[in-house]
């Protein structure tokens, strides 16, 4: 599996699109805005850009990929009246694999554009948005030609699957998941860590040829409390595929070798790697929980339980269909979704069922 | 009509895709290229720069689209191997309307930058491909961003239809007509120039702001040897929509009201507004022509009369279709079409038909 071919939301604007189905990276961005706007603050105030190049990686495509861009164009304005001066401009470059559906994003932005004349009146700085596509885990910017990077809910995405995690007779390690759960050997817990630990390590190593020195990033991945503490929504959905197997509708090899690029960490795991890897100041690391559907909850008040579980049945399956139809073929997903869609808050009842979120403040070293 | 929504090449790579149906553009870069290495070559030696940013305005999506790129790439490593000096980093910027096919352009990275790799033995320095989608009649990039500026068959599309070719009674100025033709009236060439004029002295200027001083362009366009000499390709699409008009299958109206946002303006137009407009040297201004077929003839040697034909249709199909179809509907298309084909060949027996072809190449005043 090439990672790359098979790593995306859904895309366009229909029924299962990940543009109508990410209300809760909506609601997560919404609680990491005062960090980003401290961090723009800041940035803004030491570095005094003409203009400010940032770069949203993992941007997606949907209502959420402009709003970070937005956000902080409003927070540049306010930063810069307090300071009386005239504001910068702003290159926004937003990043996604290839593969990633940016047409739709781009038919939204003369709308766009017409909006931040509207709602500014024409006193922000000139912006400019552009895309970049292309992996994290790797180079995608010319040296020090960024003073900010954002990121939420994309590094939880690892470069590949653990070679180690199916051996070379094809024998799988994990079986019977997709990702850690309850039942999987410490081994497996261990290949998937030391991909993480590559990976953040690229990661960081990239951005930091790219930051100007100085320079902020402002990450939100999915992590985990220990690395004991398998309570993730994928360990779930392996559970439905599992079920699946029993009853005869996906052969069993075809789930003992699937596992997902996807890694939440520790905060000690993101310490370790950052702190190995030398260029960043960690300025902050903070942890926080929701319920799998309190963004429903939030949103939509009046929603009894079917009605939570139908949206997060959907929401997930907005975000892990391509990747799993990959493996157990499109015609699976309607069948997964709704065993999904009848246990899940079943399964919330019975056991602790909780995102648990990683925000990670960084500054490059000067 | 808004030409943003509607002026876009044939997107996708299927049988009436602009992907397929770009020869003749690919025939006009590569008669072009000798400018463009010079001009890379000059830049190079004398502005060294770290990281050289570029832009293709009106890229498209095809294989043409990374043909530029592609081609001063080899032009930068020999450049910087004649100077004995390690090559730079590359940033290309591919711009287009928002609603160009940029998904198909970006699918096509991974094994581009697979071959480029190959290639060069990884000799050439770091090269990040984005996009900034937007209309270049404005401001696309941040101040002092580029040193060099490439467009190749978009300027001759204009930002908008002349206002003044329909009355505000509703009574059209160029009846009969698509673009300037033998029939048409001065006042239908005096509103094009004028439109030409606006829309280019806004291009010059947007173009100025965003170049560093000592930056170049080379602008390839569709050009005209005077005024007076509407030998156009879109005067024969006209022509054979007037043939549906008489026979019933187009009301009247809808073509005496419609008009391309095209224009191809004379070597003595060009210079006028480069003047007027004052930011840039002009350092070069060529004409080149070649017959309607030729491009045809030159990939296909065997091609007879009717298979050339067949070609130039579908060819002229991919890039005129979605603004064609905006006014006189997808279903009109095939006929339309296919009457382009029974006669095209047979009209350039009769007149003179060739692409005229103007090379701009300007460096910013320092």
Request: aromatic share 10%; charged share 25%.
């Amino acid at each position: 599996m090439e990672v790359e071919q098979v790593l995306h939301m859904n895309g366009g604007d229909g029924k299962t699109s990940y543009a109508n189905h990410s209300l809760l990276q909506r609601a997560v961005i919404s609680t990491v805005k005062p960090i980003v706007d401290a961090t723009i603050e800041e940035l803004c105030s030491t570095l005094f850009p003409e203009c400010l190049k940032i770069a949203d990686l993992g941007c997606s495509s949907g209502p959420n990929t402009l709003l970070v861009v937005s956000d902080i164009i409003a927070n540049i304005q306010n930063t810069f009246r307090k300071l009386n001066l005239p504001p910068p401009s702003l290159q926004a470059f937003l990043n996604d694999l290839p593969r990633n559906d940016f047409n739709t994003v781009f038919r939204s932005l003369p709308g766009f554009y017409n909006k931040l004349d509207e709602e500014h009146e024409n006193k922000s700085g000139p912006c400019f948005i552009a895309a970049m596509p292309g992996s994290f885990y790797g180079r995608l910017f010319p040296d020090n030609s960024l003073h900010f990077v954002h990121s939420s809910y994309a590094l939880m995405w690892i470069s590949e699957v653990p070679k180690g995690l199916v051996t070379k007779g094809g024998e799988g390690l994990n079986k019977g998941n997709i990702y850690i759960a309850k039942t999987s050997s410490p081994a497996v817990f261990n290949e998937y860590f030391e991909q993480f630990k590559r990976d953040f390590t690229v990661f960081l190593r990239s951005r930091a040829q790219e930051l100007v020195p100085g320079g902020s990033m402002v990450l939100t991945t999915m992590g985990s409390i220990n690395s004991k503490d398998p309570l993730c929504i994928w360990e779930f959905v392996g559970l439905k595929l599992h079920d699946m197997v029993l009853d005869g509708l996906i052969e069993e090899e075809k789930l003992d070798t699937f596992n997902l690029p996807y890694y939440a960490p520790t905060t000690d795991e993101v310490k370790e790697v950052i702190e190995a890897e030398g260029s960043f100041t960690l300025q902050n690391l903070e942890v926080f929980r929701n319920d799998w559907d309190s963004y429903i909850k939030q949103a939509n008040c009046g929603f009894d339980k079917n009605a939570r579980a139908a949206v997060l049945s959907t929401d997930i399956r907005a975000v892990g269909e391509p990747i799993l139809a990959s493996q157990f073929g499109e015609e699976a997903m309607d069948d997964l979704f709704r065993r999904f869609e009848e246990d899940v808050l079943d399964h919330m009842e019975k056991e602790k069922c909780q995102f648990i979120n990683l925000v990670i403040s960084l500054t490059k070293k000067r």
